[in-house]
Every structure is written in C-alpha cells, then in structure tokens.
C-alpha cells in the first residue's frame, strides 16, 4: 500500500501562485509513475502533470505547460507541483497519485494510477 497526502491548496488571486505537495509513505518500491489530476465540479478528472521517476522525465497538460512545473524531493519522498500565472479554470481539487506501471505513457489516464490522495482544494478567482 502507498499512503499519499497533499497539501498546499488554498483560494488565491488570478495570476497567483502555490505550490501542491504531495507525500508519499508505505510501500513506495515501485512506483515508477506519479501524477496530478484535476476535478472541478461538473466535470470529469484530468491529468495535470506527471513524472517517470526513473529517468524524471515530466509530462504536462497543454492547458498548463509553461505555468505549472514539477519537482521532486527524494529523501522527502515527496512530489511538488508549482502553479504560476493560475487562472481561474485552474479552480479545483488536485489528487496526487501513484502508479506501479512500468512506464509513464499514459499518464494522464487515470486507470494508470493505483493509489490516490485525498485532494487539496484549489480556488482562483478573477
């Protein structure tokens, strides 16, 4: 079992920032892909970004590439997402999740992901 928990969400101005964490425990040998999604009410869960850990390559959705990077403190065994010049389409709850797929090609499929956070609420108003 891989435990993740997130962090960092709150209600900023457009053109804010945060940044997402996201800690991962338990059974993480393995897990080789980590992802963010997305949910706004109404509307089904989209893949944000995400990392293959063995080489740390990334993957970003269209709508945030340029905006949101990510980043990784190994030792915390922890994933940061940093969210600049947010919008207020950014509104909603991010999950972190895990996958134990041997690669990160479908990434932003939420079938990928075995274990998922509990979410943290992102507000951003014009």
């Known amino acids: 079992q891989v435990q993740l928990v997130e962090s960092g969400g709150g209600s900023v101005q457009s053109g804010g920032s945060l940044r997402l964490s996201c800690a991962a425990s338990g059974d993480i040998y393995g897990t080789y892909c980590m992802g963010w999604f997305r949910q706004a009410p109404g509307k089904e869960r989209e893949g944000v970004a995400a990392?293959?850990?063995?080489?740390?390559?990334?993957y970003y959705a269209d709508s945030v590439k340029g905006r949101f990077t990510l980043s990784r403190d190994n030792a915390k065994n922890t994933l940061y997402l940093q969210m600049n010049s947010l919008k207020p389409d950014d509104t909603a709850m991010y999950f972190c999740?895990?996958?134990?797929?041997?690669?990160?090609?479908?990434?932003?499929?939420?079938?990928?992901?075995?274990?998922w956070g509990q979410g943290t609420q992102v507000t951003v108003s014009s």
């Open positions: 990392i293959y850990t063995i080489v740390g390559s990334t």
């Open positions: 999740a895990s996958s134990r797929a041997a690669y990160c090609g479908t990434w932003d499929a939420a079938w990928t992901y075995n274990y």
